[in-house]
């Protein structure tokens, strides 16, 4: 199940089980998302983009979905594998005067369990 | 080559010290990006720089001091820090210098300040 507190939240799982990430942006005029991995002692590394003209982004197992009505965008996992265990961050991109300010959200810590 | 190199990959400095974090890249970028992440946080920007000019500066102090000294390499120079400005310092670049794209980062620099 997911717990949501003043730490990271966590998601934890089972190897095979289907995962679902959720995320909430806070920019209406964000028009770029991502969602990126950060495994620990690592940078984070881009899983999957949606621009604000999209609502559905499939990729190898992966699928973003985006509902600008309520600022929100969602990561789900097929098929989880202990490998996904991470953080996943999404990050939304919007227009400062010019300039593009990419900002990330809290992230969840996923957990897939063998 | 398709990796953001980032050296020191750990850093322990006293607040009198002045040391400096590199970050390398040869994919072409024309963005690069400084971001600070404290543990179970996500990262923050600090600085964007496009086309070797700097573009983005969020309001960071001015103990930390930003360099590109040409397309290919970005430099945080780091004089008289205090311990909260302990952090994993991660570098990032972007292919078209829009900032509107994913990003591409290292494994970041551990900083301890005594």
């Known amino acids: 199940g997911e717990s949501v507190g003043l730490h990271l939240p966590t998601l934890s799982v089972q190897e095979g089980d289907n995962s679902i990430i959720n995320c909430a942006y806070s920019?209406?005029?964000?028009?770029?998302f991502i969602w990126y991995k950060q495994e620990s002692g690592k940078g984070p590394q881009f899983i999957i983009d949606?621009?604000?003209?999209?609502d559905k982004r499939q990729g190898q197992r992966v699928t973003v979905l985006l509902n600008k009505t309520v600022k929100h965008l969602s990561l789900q996992i097929a098929a989880t594998q202990p490998g996904d265990s991470a953080v996943y961050f999404c990050?939304?991109?919007?227009?400062?005067?010019?300039?593009?300010?990419?900002?990330f959200g809290r992230g969840t810590s996923l957990i897939v369990h063998p | 080559d398709t990796e953001v190199t980032q050296t020191p990959k750990h850093l322990v400095m006293g607040m009198t010290n002045k040391k400096s974090l590199k970050c390398e890249q040869h994919?072409?970028?024309?963005?690069m990006y400084w971001y600070k992440q404290k543990a179970k946080k996500p990262p923050e920007l600090m600085f964007v720089?496009?086309?070797?000019?700097?573009?983005i500066n969020e309001s960071v102090p001015s103990r930390f001091s930003p360099e590109c000294p040409n397309s290919s390499l970005l430099n945080l120079h780091l004089h008289a820090l205090q311990p909260e400005d302990s952090a994993l310092y991660l570098c990032?670049?972007?292919?078209?210098?829009?900032?509107?794209?994913?990003?591409?980062f290292g494994s970041g620099t551990q900083l301890s300040v005594l």
């Open positions: 990032a670049s972007s292919p078209a210098g829009t900032g509107n794209e994913k990003l591409f």
């Open positions: 920019n209406s005029a964000s028009d770029y």
């Open positions: 949606i621009r604000s003209n999209m």
């Open positions: 990050a939304e991109n919007f227009d400062s005067g010019g300039s593009y300010i990419p900002t």
């Open positions: 994919m072409g970028h024309r963005a």
């Open positions: 720089y496009s086309y070797e000019k700097l573009s």
